[in-house]
């Protein structure tokens, strides 16, 4: 067995995305939902796995190993993903055993399972971490942490051409700029890529501001060697990542009833709610027309509900 990936390039919807406040400011919303891509590989992590998949298939891997925690959407959309071209996945996860929605999919798609602890885990980028997990799985690429990297922002490229290609069914010609969550960086890189300035993107920070996004992206821009335009990072984590408070939760839950989009606390609820700042401040004229980025997630939006200090990044 070996990883060989069929010709599958699936199609995320854009659709206008309807809220009392973005109407009364005269700013036009529509959303790409990644979130409806597919029933199991769903949002931005598909876009960050395809060239990552694309070189382990090149290189003739046996299987994929990567990394990521217990409520990890990485390691969600990989392990889905070897269930469904039919390759072997490992998993090596954050702390100590535990069993969460999330990992009970890992397993129950397959992945081979280890625990990391936490010292573990911390030392992931220490030369030689990789040497005894390759030696453990012979022939199997490693896949960076939450597929990021160049790879994983040259599959999100494919994300401006879709949504230009459907701009008719929301009735635009164009569209003023994106507006994203942000927790690696790598998506925003990828649209940075497509746009070649042609469009500003801004991209609301699920992490605190010290967490490397701006050092992440520059430096996939700079691997990249390819031209740029103006992007923004606004903080946007309500202190610290998966930090979930009142005001948040209320917005969300107001936000899902007027448009039926369904969100999650960690990075849509949050970007979508720095959005709603920055348009009652003016920040965008009135007849602006924003696309905002559903990166999807909802498998782990009860977990993050619950349990939101458990939450995991990836």
Known sequence: ???????????????????????????ELAVLRLDLLDPLISGNKW?????????????????VISL?????????????????FNFPTVG?????AQQT??????????????????????????PGFWLPWQADYPG????????????????????????REQLPAVGWTDYDAWWLAAGT????????????????????????????VEQNVQAIVHAAELPVGRYQLQAASRGGFAKVDADLLNFMQAAEAQSG????PLYTAKALMALRQQVEAGYFARGSRVVFVHTGGLQGRAAALSQPAQAEHG
């Open 185 to 212: 960086g790598t998506t925003l890189a990828g649209l940075l890529l497509a746009e070649a300035a042609a469009h500003p993107v801004y991209a609301a920070l699920a992490v605190p501001v010290d967490h490397g």
């Open 1 to 27: 067995m070996s990883v060989v990936l069929p010709d599958w390039a699936p199609s995320a919807p854009l659709q206008p995305l309807q809220l009392d406040w973005s109407a009364a400011a005269g700013v």
């Open 101 to 126: 929605s999330t990992v009970n999919d890992l397993q129950a798609f397959g992945m081979q399972v280890h625990w990391l602890g936490y010292a573990g885990y911390r030392a992931r980028h220490a």
């Open 92 to 96: 090596l996860l954050r702390g100590h």
């Open 261 to 264: 989009v369904l969100l999650e």
């Open 68 to 84: 990521g925690g217990a409520h990890s959407n990485h390691l969600h959309a990989l392990a889905a993903a070897g269930k469904r």
């Open 47 to 63: 876009f960050k796995l395809s060239e990552h998949l694309r070189a382990a298939e090149a290189s003739g891997a046996l299987g």
């Open 140 to 163: 199997f690429y490693p896949l960076p942490e939450g597929g990021g990297g160049l790879p994983g922002a040259l599959g999100c490229m494919d994300l401006v051409r879709q949504v």
